[in-house]
């Protein structure tokens, strides 16, 4: 069973950081792609960041480079997003998402159930 569980989150001040951290198993980890979206309230779901497993290609959607960067730790299955410089239209749910392909702003196939982000001014 295909299993994608985001922690990390929380409220930080306007210029704060957080780490999220999202663990998976149930799936051969080299072979996908896991991507970061966050979901404000009321809005549509955008994806944030992507990496390609097996050769460390990323993707950070333009609203985030320089602040966000994603990154992965094979050995633990694990997909990380360092967010810095944090602002209050950050906030939103963070949420990881996998899929067998790289095509950022595609839909994956598989998600967890996110993490509350509120970045406060």
């Known amino acids: 069973e295909v299993q994608l569980v985001e922690s990390g ?3 930080v001040q306007t210029g704060g950081s957080l780490r999220l951290t999202c663990a998976t ?3 051969v980890f080299e072979d996908f792609a896991i ?4 979901q404000a309230l009321g809005k549509e779901p955008k994806e944030v960041a992507a990496i390609k497993i097996s050769d460390g290609s990323i993707y950070h959607t333009a609203s ?5 960067t994603i990154s992965s730790d094979n050995a633990k299955k694990t ?12 906030t939103a ?13 595609r ?11 509120t970045v406060s001014s």
């Open 79 to 90: 997909v990380y997003l360092q967010m810095n410089d944090l602002k209050p239209e950050d």
């Open 9 to 11: 989150g929380g409220l």
């Open 35 to 38: 991507g970061w979206f966050r």
């Open 25 to 27: 198993s149930g799936f």
């Open 107 to 117: 839909p994956y196939t598989y998600r967890g159930q996110g993490t509350q982000v």
């Open 93 to 105: 749910v963070y949420y990881c998402a996998a899929d067998r392909q790289f095509l950022p702003s």
């Open 64 to 68: 985030v480079k320089g602040r966000f």
